[in-house]
């Protein structure tokens, strides 16, 4: 028992509390999420996930969105188009939240991504 404690004191204090959080309460993830989302990206996408025709690309249906998270976290680090990177201004947890808000919102259905998958991306 006591070795188990050992290994969890640890991990890094964010680490462990992002884990806790998405465990004990996906809703609340979400909506995490979503509040990132609403922040960060729904100046161009809208808060619909619908974009703003020929201007800025509509996530919802979106194939990139529903196809591997890992694309759209390079879409997150490098930028694209008229969208910028977010490299080195919101946290590797933050995208990963806000990619998984996106990735299963609006009718979308893709798996969640972490943090830590992120991290190793850049």
């Given at each position: 028992?006591?070795?188990?404690?050992?290994?969890?004191?640890?991990?890094?204090?964010?680490?462990?509390?992002?884990?806790?959080?998405?465990?004990?309460?996906p809703?609340?993830?979400?909506e995490?999420?979503?509040?990132?989302?609403?922040?960060?990206?729904?100046?161009?996408?809208?808060?619909?996930g619908?974009?703003?025709a020929?201007?800025?690309?509509?996530?919802?249906g979106?194939e990139?969105?529903?196809?591997?998270?890992?694309?759209?976290?390079?879409?997150?680090?490098?930028?694209?188009?008229?969208?910028?990177?977010?490299?080195?201004?919101?946290?590797?947890?933050d995208?990963?939240?806000?990619?998984?808000?996106?990735r299963?919102?609006?009718?979308n259905?893709?798996?969640?991504?972490?943090?830590?998958?992120?991290?190793?991306?850049?």
């Amino acid at each position: 028992m006591k070795r188990i404690n050992t290994v969890v004191l640890c991990k890094p204090l964010g680490t462990l509390f992002a884990m806790a959080f998405l465990a004990c309460s996906p809703a609340s993830a979400q909506e995490a999420g979503k509040r990132l989302f609403l922040n960060n990206c729904a100046e161009c996408h809208q808060r619909d996930g619908k974009g703003i025709a020929n201007i800025y690309p509509a996530l919802a249906g979106s194939e990139v969105v529903r196809g591997s998270g890992v694309d759209v976290a390079l879409v997150l680090l490098i930028g694209r188009g008229e969208m910028p990177s977010f490299a080195g201004a919101i946290s590797h947890e933050d995208m990963a939240s806000i990619i998984n808000y996106v990735r299963n919102a609006w009718g979308n259905s893709g798996e969640a991504i972490s943090a830590e998958t992120i991290a190793e991306l850049q």
